[in-house]
């Protein structure tokens, strides 16, 4: 519900994150609500350099 009401306030059919791929909470919530994993990963340096996975 809270994904369909995101979409329908941007005007659009998709909705992207990028999530910390150690982050297996945060993962575990996006899935819940209907986000699924692209399999799509970048690196971020935000301080320490960790890996972002993309929903």
Known sequence: MLVEVGKQA?????LVLWVAGFNAN????YRHI???ETG????????????????
């Open 40 to 55: 799509r990963t970048q690196t971020e340096d935000m301080g320490p350099e960790f890996e972002m996975t993309n929903y």
């Open 34 to 36: 209907g986000f699924r």
């Open 26 to 29: 945060a993962q575990g919530f």
């Open 10 to 14: 941007i005007g659009n059919d998709r």
